[in-house]
């Protein structure tokens, strides 16, 4: 933002040279055409101005403020070659003509990627007398965008973009790629004749990509422009920008869509305080679904456009949101977030921090304290002296997805990916994927979902199933074991464990069906996640989130009695298996005990090695039978 406001008092300045003695023409019909291009300048005809200049310039061509003029013109148009050109006549013909003829050149050069060459104007202009704070600040910025720029050169990434092909990619302009978890859907924006809709693309079994189409329902509009999205992991809910709508709080706010079945509900504005009377847009949504990263101009940033996160709380309500800080944010701008599945990567574009020119693409991560690290510039030619944005990364950290403009196009402005470099990649990332169902009638159950790192006893994911068909996806940092527990009114709580450890599993689903069964006399559930060291039965810390669990159960049901259960392998002789099982049972009673449960409503047992649910011939098989169970009681 200061950067565009500074240049903006620089071009006002410049429009205004033709009422200067010194930027007159000795040439009648020369001096006409220049002062006919203020006019039409003051009028922002910019295509009739350039039309005049050059008839100035055609007319006398020695008339060096015709050519700054156009020079400054077409820097305004982002026309960084030609502006090139019109500087450098006014170099040869009168280099004291204005000192902003050289900030005018540094900056072309620079933003056509000639860097060495943009450094000499850039520090000439930089040591002009009087030259006020901002003009400083942008300069220093643009020679340490040079020296930074130059450096990277050298050591360029490796970076083979491929086009997807004619699936995905148009004739129009496509961009703002984003991929649900498992990487089968890939959901964009396309720009076809100035109108923004979202389209769809699947991969089928053997990974290519099917003929995009517009996404079916409500989501898209004629009246208005859809874009700048992301998607939540399970694919059922999309937040997006959408501009100047009648329930609108400002220019432009975020709006969030759910999946019904095959067709996407209408858009409902998320409200305050995520939304205000300023600009909000390019929303990025965590895996666990409770943190949105999005961009905002709103007062209390760091500059311009910053990057700000809001939690979701347990009303349902996004809270006030938080800036991002100057770890992350600048005195200019910052756009395009997309957080990463691990929840500690964050990839954004920046014009502030070091870089090639334009915005360009940056990464940052959270340290083991919380704090966003320094951001890394992705390098030299993933980032170049053109823009850059829209970076999304798949959950296993190889691949990444974005926009850009080059020669084997399908046409404008198309999506590619490409093999993101090591040293900026996020940590890897898995999921576990299940479906819940009644255990007797085989339909879905809209259950609550906790997935909890068992070493650190964090809750990592806690949502509902999906009401339409019981399903739920959580991506979980790759490496760690996990327990879930499955909560229903009216249901035994489900207890499981799962190590993402298999590295052939990295970016692939842990698939699970759980089957939820009613509370009655006799029905049985089964506590994974409670844990003894061999031949102990003193329970282990990890322990204690399947028991506070139970706890929780009972406490929700109070007319319910249970019987703990203790079992064994075959392993070692009857009775020491017996009294260990007892032992194992007892210690879970007597947690229950110290937790507030009632005495009355619980008894143990120990079955020692007489109830297998498995074979003992097997590792695996003797795994299953070493559990603790409960059993409701009349």
Not at 497 to 506: E, G, M, T
Request: net charge negative.
């Amino acid at each position: 933002m200061q950067r565009s406001l500074y240049l903006l008092l620089l071009y006002n300045v410049l429009f205004c040279f033709s009422g200067y003695g010194q930027m007159r023409s000795d040439n009648r019909r020369a001096q006409a055409a220049f002062e006919k291009a203020g006019n039409q300048l003051r009028n922002h005809q910019y295509d009739l101005a350039i039309a005049s200049l050059e008839s100035a310039v055609a007319l006398d061509t020695g008339f060096a403020a015709a050519y700054q003029q156009l020079g400054d013109i077409y820097r305004r148009q982002q026309n960084y070659e030609k502006a090139t050109l019109q500087y450098g006549r006014v170099v040869q013909l009168d280099p004291a003509l204005t000192a902003l003829t050289w900030f005018g050149l540094g900056e072309s050069l620079l933003h056509t990627g000639r860097y060495q060459e943009a450094l000499p104007p850039l520090r000439r202009y930089l040591a002009t007398p009087g030259l006020d704070a901002a003009g400083k600040r942008l300069t220093s910025k643009y020679i340490a965008d040079c020296e930074f720029s130059l450096a990277a050169l050298k050591r360029p990434q490796t970076f083979h973009p491929r086009n997807p092909g004619p699936a995905i990619n148009s004739q129009y302009d496509e961009y703002f790629p984003r991929l649900t978890a498992d990487y089968r859907n890939i959901i964009f924006t396309r720009k076809e004749n100035n109108q923004e809709n979202f389209y769809e693309s699947t991969q089928d079994s053997s990974g290519e990509w099917l003929t995009a189409s517009l996404l079916q329902g409500d989501i898209n509009s004629e009246l208005y422009n859809e874009g700048a999205h992301c998607i939540s992991p399970d694919g059922k809910y999309l937040f997006f920008t959408g501009c100047n709508r009648p329930d609108g709080l400002g220019s432009c706010d975020i709006y969030v869509s759910r999946r019904e079945g095959g067709f996407w509900g209408a858009p409902y504005n998320i409200g305050a305080p995520v939304n205000s009377g300023g600009w909000e847009a390019q929303p990025a949504l965590a895996a666990d679904g409770r943190t949105l990263y999005f961009v905002s101009n709103r007062r209390g940033g760091q500059g311009g456009y910053d990057i700000w996160k809001s939690q979701l709380q347990g009303d349902g309500q996004w809270g006030a949101p938080v800036n991002l800080g100057p770890a992350v944010n600048t005195s200019y701008d910052e756009s395009s977030p997309y957080i990463h599945a691990d929840n500690r990567t964050l990839y954004f574009a920046s014009d502030g921090w070091p870089g090639f020119g334009e915005k360009d693409i940056f990464r940052s991560q959270l340290d083991s304290a919380g704090k966003w690290q320094e951001p890394t510039n992705l390098g030299y030619p993933i980032n170049d002296h053109h823009e850059q944005s829209a970076l999304t990364v798949s959950m296993n950290g190889k691949q990444a997805f974005f926009s850009t403009r080059r020669d084997d196009a399908v046409g404008g402005l198309d999506i590619y990916w490409f093999d993101l470099p090591q040293a900026v990649r996020p940590h890897p990332v898995a999921y576990l994927k299940g479906t819940i169902v009644d255990a007797e009638t085989e339909s879905p159950v809209q259950a609550n979902v906790i997935v909890t790192d068992i070493v650190a006893n964090q809750v990592l994911y806690n949502e509902q199933a999906d009401y339409e068909d019981g399903t739920f996806l959580a991506p979980l940092p790759f490496g760690k074991t996990y327990a879930l527990h499955i909560k229903q009114p009216g249901y035994l709580f489900f207890s499981e464990n799962y190590p993402l450890d298999d590295s052939a599993k990295i970016n692939d689903a842990y698939e699970v069906r759980i089957a939820l069964s009613r509370i009655k006399v006799g029905s049985t559930g089964t506590l994974n996640n409670v844990f003894f060291d061999i031949d102990r039965y003193e329970l282990l810390p990890k322990s204690k989130i399947d028991l506070d669990n139970l706890v929780e159960f009972l406490n929700l049901n109070k007319t319910v009695r249970v019987e703990i259960g203790g079992h064994t392998d075959n392993t070692g002789s009857e009775a020491h298996n017996q009294t260990l099982s007892e032992n194992r049972a007892k210690a879970v009673h007597d947690y229950l005990l110290h937790a507030g449960v009632i005495a009355s409503r619980l008894t143990y047992k120990g079955y020692g090695q007489s109830q297998p649910v498995a074979t003992n011939e097997t590792d695996e098989g003797r795994q299953l039978n070493r559990r603790t169970d409960f059993k409701i009681m009349e």
